[in-house]
């Protein structure tokens, strides 16, 4: 089974610039996760989607980031402008959907988009 | 709000020793999971063990285990026979019980290295 594909791996760019990062999760997982992993740092969640729905977004800096999942399979997370403190590792995650309120469903992690801010 | 803390950033322990992650969390919640996911250099984070809280005996997968102390609040990893393939950044997580998918809420990471 294929894991959680993101791409790209490394991204360079100047403070102010635009960029975008995609995740394709494992096929049939309606939760989508981005998290921001700063260097030193665990992950934090930036936004969460069930389908093409946001969950939880109240992490995401919204006045420069923004995510999609049009068709509630694959998204796009864009930085626009990017600031020196958006250097970090941008992790996507999937999972099944639950199913009550005691149930768990293991997240995939895909392997990240490392971006560096010039 | 939860928090996770993890005051050892790193660690190292010869081959074929044992060794002891530390974790302490805090929560208002009385269920909850606890995870640690291990995070090899340029290698993808993947789930090592899970301790649901309502859950008094403590997990256990292979040469990995976990000391679940709820009223302290303390969940530490034990790897034990330690090998050169546990070298990584071990991260402490928490996620609430009582919703559908909760997202995870990690500590700051302990990095192992293994000694040879």
């Known amino acids: 089974e294929a894991g959680v594909a993101q791409s790209p791996r490394y991204k360079i760019i100047e403070k102010r610039q635009s960029v975008a990062f995609w995740c394709n999760p494992i096929s049939g997982h309606a939760t989508l996760y981005w998290y921001q992993q700063i260097l030193g740092q665990g992950p934090k969640l930036l936004i969460q989607?069930?389908?093409?729905?946001?969950?939880?977004d109240s992490q995401l800096p919204k006045d420069r980031f923004s995510a999609e999942r049009l068709k509630g399979v694959d998204s796009t997370l864009k930085i626009q402008p990017a600031k020196l403190e958006d250097s970090a590792v941008y992790l996507c995650a999937s999972s099944f959907p639950g199913k009550g309120p005691r149930s768990y469903n293991e997240q995939f992690f895909g392997p990240g988009t490392r971006l560096t801010v010039l | 709000a939860q928090t996770v803390t993890q005051s050892q950033p790193e660690m190292s322990v010869q081959e074929a020793e044992t060794v002891t992650l530390s974790c302490t969390y805090d929560?208002?919640?009385?269920?909850?999971?606890l995870f640690w996911y291990k995070q090899p250099p340029s290698r993808q984070m993947i789930l090592v063990i899970r301790?649901?809280?309502?859950?008094?005996q403590n997990a256990t997968e292979n040469r990995f285990s976990v000391n679940f102390q709820k009223a302290a609040k303390s969940f530490s990893l034990k790897i034990s026979d330690s090998q050169l393939g546990d070298a990584a950044m071990y991260f402490c997580?928490?996620?609430?019980?009582?919703?559908?998918?909760?997202?995870?809420?990690f500590g700051t990471g302990t990095r192992l290295t293994i000694i040879p």
């Open positions: 929560t208002s919640e009385s269920d909850y999971y």
């Open positions: 997580a928490y996620r609430r019980l009582n919703f559908e998918n909760e997202k995870l809420t």
């Open positions: 301790q649901e809280a309502y859950k008094q």
């Open positions: 989607f069930q389908n093409n729905g946001v969950v939880d």
